[in-house]
T-cell receptor, first 113, second 115 residues
Framework: SQELEQSPQSLIVQEGKNLTINCTSS?????LYWYKQKYGEGLIFLMM???GGEEKSHEKITAKLDEKKQQSSLHITASQPSHAGIYLC?????????????WGLGTSLAVNP | DTEVTQTPKHLVMGMTNKKSLKCEQH?????MYWYKQKAKKPPELMFV???????INESVPSRFSPECPNSSLLNLHLHALQPEDSALYLC??????????????FGAGTRLSVL
């Protein structure tokens, strides 16, 4: 079974709508990383969360890590076509080693103008 | 500057060829990574170098040979590859400090096709 569950697998929204992507672990997360990837390109770092209850925002994207540090959500407000792509969460499940990350399977986002 | 540069962007090679992928960063990062990514899948870790020494090898076949000549450069030497090795190869770099964020910054990747 997948150690890091990401949902939904894919999402199609109308421009201007809000959306949320979830990333859930059965183990404590010692670091949770959100990346965005365009098809065939590299991963672009969005945000990193470490502390339970932590919330970070960048432009119209907000990421949260729950108090128990086992789930993170990525929320996009007023989506735009430029938000389209694949969103990946990566997690460090070991307090002493955050170089080897566990990855979710990704959420494919399409935004229709 | 969070740039990791990978060359070439595309590579087509036969199963008997020898080729190399290159990666460069100038962020002062002392950890560098090679990942393999198949279509619609997350990246799979292959190798990690810390302070120019190989620290993680995820049981990668010997036809893939990594090299870290200095703290800014990372190479992946390819020899006798199979068609199933066709994929996007991603390089990343990060700081090494224990307990720090160690955010991995990725290059744009090399699209490899093995014929």
């Amino acid at each position: 079974s997948q150690e890091l569950e990401q949902s939904p697998q894919s999402l199609i929204v109308q421009e201007g709508k809000n959306l949320t992507i979830n990333c859930t672990s059965s183990k404590t997360l010692y670091g949770l990383y959100w990346y965005k990837q365009k098809y065939g390109e590299g991963l672009i770092f969005l945000m990193m969360l470490q502390k339970g209850g932590e919330e970070k925002s960048h432009e119209k994207i907000t990421a949260k890590l729950d108090e128990k540090k086992q789930q993170s959500s990525l929320h996009i407000t007023a989506s735009q076509p430029s938000h389209a792509g694949i969103y990946l969460c990566g997690a460090a499940l070991n307090a002493g080693n955050n170089r080897k990350l566990i990855w979710g399977l990704g959420t494919s986002l399409a935004v229709n103008p | 500057d969070t740039e990791v540069t990978q060359t070439p962007k595309h590579l087509v090679m036969g199963m008997t060829n020898k080729k190399s992928l290159k990666c460069e960063q100038h962020m002062g990062h002392r950890a560098m990574y090679w990942y393999k990514q198949k279509a619609k899948k997350p990246p799979e870790l292959m190798f990690v170098y810390s302070y120019e020494k190989l620290s993680i090898n995820e049981s990668v076949p010997s036809r893939f040979s990594p090299e870290c000549p200095n703290s800014s450069l990372l190479n992946l030497h390819l020899h006798a590859l199979q068609p199933e090795d066709s994929a996007l190869y991603l390089c990343a770099s990060s700081q090494v400090n224990r307990g720090s964020k160690n955010i991995q910054y990725f290059g744009a990747g090399t699209r490899l096709s093995v014929l």
